[in-house]
């Protein structure tokens, strides 16, 4: 079992950043591909960025490419979401996954991850 507890969400305005942290608890965290996915108001949840347990590979929306960077501290249990120039578009609820994904084509579907965190809200607004 594995417990994700995310935080660093908040109001930002445009073109500022954010640093969001997911924290889990366990043993076998390194074992573990985490990804951030995203859900606005009435509409799907969706990716936003992967990274694979061994660390070096690493996926990302097109939305965010260039803007976010996703890594990992495996001595802390913690992934990381560095995201710049946050757009009014970016706001929504953040969640942190785990799952244990062997193959980077898997990263970005949500199916494949077994455990999510509660979530934690970005709004980007002036």
């Known amino acids: 079992q594995v417990q994700l507890l995310e935080s660093g969400g908040g109001l930002v305005q445009p073109g500022g950043s954010l640093r969001l942290s997911c924290v889990a608890s366990?043993?076998?965290?390194?074992?573990?591909?985490m990804g951030w996915f995203r859900q606005a108001s009435g509409k799907e949840r969706e990716f936003v960025a992967g990274?694979?347990?061994?660390?070096?590979?690493?996926s990302y929306a097109d939305s965010v490419k260039g803007r976010s960077t996703i890594s990992r501290d495996n001595a802390k249990n913690t992934v990381y979401l560095q995201m710049n120039s946050l757009k009014p578009e970016d706001t929504a609820v953040y969640y942190c996954a785990a799952g244990l994904i062997g193959s980077v084509s898997q990263v970005t579907d949500k199916r494949a991850y077994d455990y999510w965190g509660q979530g934690t809200q970005v709004t980007v607004s002036s």
């Open positions: 366990g043993r076998t965290f390194s074992s573990y591909t």
């Open positions: 990274i694979l347990w061994r660390g070096g590979v690493k």
